[in-house]
T-cell receptor
Framework: NAGVTQTPKFRVLKTGQSMTLLCAQDMNHEYMYWYRQDPGMGLRLIHYSVGEGTTAKGEVPDGYNVSRLKKQNFLLGLESAAPSQTSVYFC??????????????FGPGTRLLVL | TQLLEQSPQFLSIQEGENLTVYCNSSSVFSSLQWYRQEPGEGPVLLVTVVTGGEVKKLKRLTFQFGDARKDSSLHITAAQPGDTGLYLCAGGGGGFKTIFGAGTRLFVKA
């Protein structure tokens, strides 16, 4: 099993450009999440999904959109990148019921630099 | 709003030393998790503590949940360079309700 995979691993964008980050999991998890990690601020939840076809906003959703058309995939889109979106992005997944959902499995991250 | 504060933010020690890092909150948590994140990778779960006063051991790592379930500590005995990484505590009910502390970055020098 590959667990949680993310593509791309690294990307440089110019302000105003768009891109999509792809996350895939092969553990049949119901829940999937997108976080951003910035120095001194820990992991902040951007958007999440509790099942195929459903998404919801997290703590810092502005400037991002998501889609979950298939249970195993969760896409994060930046329509018009801004320098403030320079960060490391992590996708994670978990089961939906307690206590299993307390354990999140993370991908290796995508490093995004917006110039 | 629930918050988790971790201390210290950064710790640099020599191989063989002992250390303790802390995770504190003013809120009560039903459980707390500890993750370790190595450079260039995502966080990996180390342990979950669920009962006030609970102590769990993972080789040289000892995790304790406070009696009031508002705080937790991680103690490492005889640290090794392989322990280097970012240690994150998390809590809040799991799933999308999980909140993460900012982490303690540990560097163990050989």
């Amino acid at each position: 099993n590959a667990g949680v995979t993310q593509t791309p691993k690294f990307r440089v964008l110019k302000t105003g450009q768009s891109m999509t980050l792809l996350c895939a999991q092969d553990m049949n998890h119901e829940y999937m999440y997108w976080y951003r990690q910035d120095p001194g601020m820990g992991l902040r939840l951007i958007h999440y999904s509790v099942g195929e076809g459903t998404t919801a906003k997290g703590e810092v959703p502005d400037g991002y959109n998501v889609s979950r058309l298939k249970k195993q995939n969760f896409l994060l889109g930046l329509e018009s990148a801004a320098p403030s979106q320079t960060s490391v992005y992590f996708c994670a997944s978990s089961y939906g019921s307690r206590p299993s959902r307390e354990t999140q499995y993370f991908g290796p991250g995508t490093r995004l630099l917006v110039l | 709003t629930q918050l988790l504060e971790q201390s210290p933010q950064f710790l640099s020690i020599q191989e063989g030393e002992n250390l303790t890092v802390y995770c504190n909150s003013s809120s009560v948590f039903s459980s707390l998790q500890w993750y370790r994140q190595e450079p260039g990778e995502g966080p990996v779960l180390l342990v979950t503590v669920v009962t006030g006063g609970e102590v769990k051991k993972l080789k040289r790592l000892t995790f304790q949940f406070g009696d009031a379930r508002k705080d937790s500590s991680l103690h490492i005995t005889a640290a090794q360079p392989g322990d280097t990484g970012l240690y994150l505590c998390a809590g809040g009910g799991g799933g999308f309700k999980t909140i993460f502390g900012a982490g303690t970055r540990l560097f163990v020098k050989a």
